[in-house]
């Protein structure tokens, strides 16, 4: 017959596969004599310990995210609006006027995904704030093929603007290829004002008032989208050169 002792051999403790092994309960008056909490899972105390890994990679996490907002701000400065351009003038060409004022890293005209006809706005951007700066002063209220063009930086995005309601305003717009672009719009204009005002000659489908990307503002234009080419019609001839919050605003085929 074995005796106790031999339950309690070393082997008992010391081999984890062994199914007769015994867990050794620690002596945990050192610990409660410090005042530490015990826990059971670790067989020892929890002190709280920063990890220095954990604290460093915060930082560095931290650091990139200033470092992202930075560099996102500087390109915003060097990104030109360029709004009331003819419908002919192409990115090219936006490219090589702008480019007699500073070195240009791109030039888009925006186009509707319809007609494929110029939106009649593009966005440049410029090598250097300084460039963006100069471009603003020699181009801003200059005439091209005849119209007078706006040109002004991009803002960076407002902390006091909610963007979530923008992107609701945005996602809920219902596209149509029987569509009508309004210019000159008053800043007070909203797409819920654009829907009432264009409903009184026709059958709205959607409408709404474009912003400056990652803003609220205005850019002084919208699009209004019918459910025919008789109420697109009808639009034009009643609202084109109408007064609308006290701007007479421009309407034709978008």
């Known amino acids: 017959m074995a005796t106790i002792s031999s339950l309690f051999s070393s082997t008992l403790f010391g081999n984890p596969n ?6 050794r309960t620690p002596d945990l008056s050192p610990y409660r004599a410090l005042g530490a909490p015990w826990s059971p899972r670790i067989l020892g105390p929890s002190f709280s310990v920063a990890n220095p890994r954990s604290t460093r990679s915060k930082t560095l996490l931290a650091s990139a995210a200033v470092a992202a907002e930075a560099e996102t701000v500087a390109a915003g400065a060097r990104r030109l609006y360029v709004g009331n351009i003819p419908r002919t003038v192409t990115s ?23 007609s494929g006809r110029s939106r009649r706005f593009a966005f440049v951007t410029m090598s250097s704030v300084e460039d963006a700066n100069a471009a603003i002063e020699k181009l801003n209220d ?23 309601l923008l992107q609701v305003e945005e996602s809920t717009f219902i596209d149509s290829p ?36 990652g803003t609220s503002k205005s850019s002084g234009f919208g699009f209004v989208t019918f459910s025919s080419d008789e109420d697109v019609e009808a639009a034009i001839s009643s609202f084109n050169n109408a007064v609308l919050e006290g701007q007479k605003i421009r309407v034709n085929k978008a």
Not at 18 to 23: A, G, H, N, Q
Not at 192 to 206: D, N
């Open 178 to 213: 029987h569509k009508v672009y309004v210019g000159n719009l008053a800043k007070t204009v909203t797409s819920e004002l654009l829907t009432k005002f264009f409903s009184e000659k026709g059958k709205v489908v959607s409408a709404k008032v474009s912003r400056v990307p």
């Open 92 to 114: 090219e060409e936006l490219a090589s006027i702008f480019g007699e004022h500073g070195s240009v890293e791109k030039a888009e005209v925006m186009y509707d995904k319809y």
């Open 18 to 23: 062994d199914p007769r092994r015994i867990i």
């Open 142 to 164: 200059t005439e091209i093929g005849g119209r007078k063009i706006k040109v002004n930086v991009t803002e960076k995005p407002l902390a006091t603007v909610d963007l979530s």
